[in-house]
């Protein structure tokens, strides 16, 4: 697995302060290769002088979190995908009409299709129809196997 540490440009701290993991759902904030604690919901990130800096994540989406510090946006995760991207990835939730099955497939299916929204090396259009296409299979595939169990 490719090594998806990026260097994070935030002015006047001490030390390299970089981010592990920003291409999935979870991540790391790293001081000089150190794992941060979060506290609060902030990072402390030293700064020179002997100050030092609270660097908060805002945002819903898992993954899909924005890195700021001082009301400065400092990284962006998944900022190549569209809206339409982040909301088509939930369609795999609908199995959860198909019961306790349907639901732990489309949670399955979820966590997928979020690896895909994110990867920007992927084309846009396989971006929007990968999480339709997973849907339309979870759903034949739940349909099926509760057709058999009748």
């Given at each position: ?112 299709n979020v690896f895909a929204v994110k990867n920007a090396q992927m084309p846009r259009a396989v971006r929007i129809a990968l999480p339709i296409a997973n849907t339309v299979a979870g759903g034949l595939l739940v349909a099926v ?6």
């Amino acid at each position: 697995m490719a090594d998806d540490t990026v260097v994070l440009d935030i002015p006047r701290a001490k030390g390299t302060v970089a981010l592990q993991g920003g291409e999935g759902v979870f991540y790391k904030v790293l001081i000089d290769d150190e794992p941060v604690k979060r506290r609060k919901g902030t990072w402390a990130i030293p700064l020179r002088g002997g100050a030092q800096g609270k660097l908060e994540s805002r945002g819903l989406l898992p993954g899909f979190q924005r890195l700021v510090m001082d009301d400065r946006e400092v990284y962006r995760m998944g900022g190549h995908a569209s809206t339409l991207e982040k909301v088509l990835m939930f369609a795999p939730l609908v199995l959860i009409a198909f019961g306790f099955l349907g639901a732990v497939l489309g949670v399955m299916l979820f966590f997928m299709n979020v690896f895909a929204v994110k990867n920007a090396q992927m084309p846009r259009a396989v971006r929007i129809a990968l999480p339709i296409a997973n849907t339309v299979a979870g759903g034949l595939l739940v349909a099926v196997l509760i057709a058999g169990a009748n």
